[in-house]
């Protein structure tokens, strides 16, 4: 069945009964709008889109698989300012002959990834449109604490990273040449594993700064550099190609430095601390913080892609 | 220049020059997220998208008129509530050879849109998309009163209406029909008049219910009689056409009554309230609430349209 069959309110029906609502929900979907708990008084917001054929294929993964990834870009943007999201609302614009059932399972992604940090899918709308597009807004709580912004990193911190980079990015690769193997890279790129609590846990052991790695983690910490006027060094050798990497690389022809220092969609968080902080759990070092501008790897330019930019 | 040549983070910059920022926004666009305050320690968050060739024409009105018709569909459910609105996020997807100055402009009416009522163009995103859509999220402070649910309506309650209705959709079908006038009513459609204080208001006066007038009055009461379980009947002679509507109905052959109890976009407010509760500033009665179920036009069935369903 089509959604253009169910129609708008079917399709919302449908949609909202497999959501699943937790303790930051105080209206849930239905009204013209929802309510959300926001105990700080102040609430974190961020959007983020994806859209078919530039962010995601359907042939390329699960639509449960897909809302998974749409609501991890979201939630990480929350986690890398420090908080703890709450909630996200789903702008969903598709073609009239999109079967029902994707729809249901995008929500089932959506809401299963937001669960992972007790958030839920409060709200949303949904247009008919030629292309399939997925709006996502996720709200957050910072606990009391000040937000980490991008700009306070200091020369003489310690850049530290949190979860994984590369492995999305070599997922991408091998799906875009026709592979489907190995099958750890292509599920990094199909569902990413964020380190969401790492967020939270840094802004509580003192971060200077903090970044979503989304685009490409040397393009993001050119972010952290140009924000707070400083020049960021990347010890490469903080980085190892896992076993499987490695041979995919090979196979393919690339430089695996090349996914572990340009991809992005794992949604690692980058962070400064200030010399001698221990650094919390999860996070380990990966460079320094200096006088200067833009970013080096080993004190040397980069030659390799550093990221995405989602118009060139 | 276009959006491609200008690049993601050039025409975020851009963009973000032409925002103006106000007292709830504790920390505006340019990081991983923003911080708006919500003094009431929950938030009301709602989200509408825009679709080009569904929701609005590039050669029916300017850019700055698509921001502001986009900001105020999401204001208007903020109000809806019982809320006022403290934030805007946008999600812009575009075709590369989008003018920059088209996107600048689409800001200007989305930031004066949001200024009306106090609030602010927070953050947002940005993709390539061969589909123009503005995806909208809106954010609000109930300001320690309860939310005004589209569920409380009372079998007796009076039914109230603050705005208009009609204006917009009789500016769609002059612009349909390739007309350009009576300017009023094209100008309704392309900036609809949003009687915004009437929401919170409303709360205060003890409304039962509320909904925002998006998709078509008959339609949207329906969703207010479904779900407080009751009745709804509206009384038609509380709609008189104004000269020029009437004039441009004769002209097209519509009935002027259509548009008035059939159209949505001019984001009237609809709410019940006790029998006997003197009707607050900017508001009027329509009908009244009744034990059953359904809405009928002046105790009848109604056998014209009753708004639009965005898949159909």
Redesign the interface.
Known sequence: MS??E????G?IARVVSRLETGPTV??GP??????????????????????EG??FRRDWGSATDIGHRAAAANLA??A??G?TPT?L???L?AP?DLEVGWAEELAVGLSAEAALVGASV??????????L?V?V????D?GGRP?V???GAQPGDVLALAGRTGHAAAGYTILSRGFRTPKALVEAYRRPDVPYQAGPLAARHGATS???ISDGLLQDLGQIAS?GLVAIDVHSDAFTAPPHMRDAALALGVDPLQWLLGGGDDHALAATFPPGTPLPEGWHEIGRVYDGEGVTVDRKPWSGPRGW????
């Open positions: 959604i253009a169910i129609g708008e309110f399709l105080l209206l239905g009204d013209d709008g929802a309510v959300v708990a926001a105990p700080d008084g102040r609430v974190v917001a961020s959007t983020d889109v994806l859209v530039r962010h943007d929350i890398a300012m908080a909630a609302l789903v702008a614009c009239g409060v709200g949303g709308d949904m247009s008919s449109s030629p292309t597009t709006a807004t996720a709200l957050g910072l937000p912004l991008r700009s903090m970044i979503d924000a930019d989602h118009f060139k």
